[in-house]
C-alpha cells in the first residue's frame, strides 16, 4: 500500500514563511503528478499547486509568486514553499499524488493534512 505522510505545518505571522513536505511512501513503481490542496474551515477544498515529474508547475491565482512547488523524483517528495503568508492562507493543506503501483495503474492518494495558521 502507498500512503503520503506531510510535515511542516505551524503558526506564523502575517508575512512569515512556512515550508510543507510530503513523502510518498509504499509499494511504489512511479509517482506521477503530485500537487498541494487547502481547505479552510467552512469552504471547499481548492488546488493550490501542482507539478508533474518533469516538473512543469501551476498556481492558483491567489498564491502566485509567493508559493513555490517543487519534488524530488528520487526520494518520492514533494514540498510548498510559502512566502508573504496571508491570514486568508490559513487552512489544512493536504498532500495529493497519483501514483502507479505497476505500468498499467494509476490511483490517487491523499495525505493526512497539515495546519497553515498565518496569524499576529
Known amino acids: 500500500q502507498v500512503h503520503l505522510v506531510e510535515s511542516g505545518g505551524g503558526l506564523v505571522q502575517p508575512g512569515g514563511s512556512l515550508r510543507l513536505s510530503c513523502a510518498a511512501s509504499g509499494s511504489i513503481f512511479r509517482v506521477n503528478v503530485m500537487d498541494w490542496y487547502r481547505q479552510a474551515p467552512g469552504k471547499q477544498r481548492e488546488l493550490v499547486a501542482w507539478?508533474?515529474?518533469?516538473?512543469?508547475?501551476r498556481y492558483v491565482d491567489s498564491v502566485k509568486g509567493r508559493f513555490t512547488i517543487s519534488r524530488d523524483n528520487g526520494k518520492n517528495t514533494v514540498s510548498l514553499q510559502m512566502n508573504s503568508l496571508k491570514p486568508e492562507d490559513t487552512a489544512v493543506y493536504y498532500c495529493h499524488a497519483v501514483i502507479s503501483s505497476d505500468s498499467a495503474t494509476f490511483t490517487t492518494y491523499w495525505g493526512q493534512g497539515t495546519q497553515v495558521t498565518v496569524s499576529s
Open positions: 507539478i508533474t515529474r518533469d516538473d512543469m508547475t
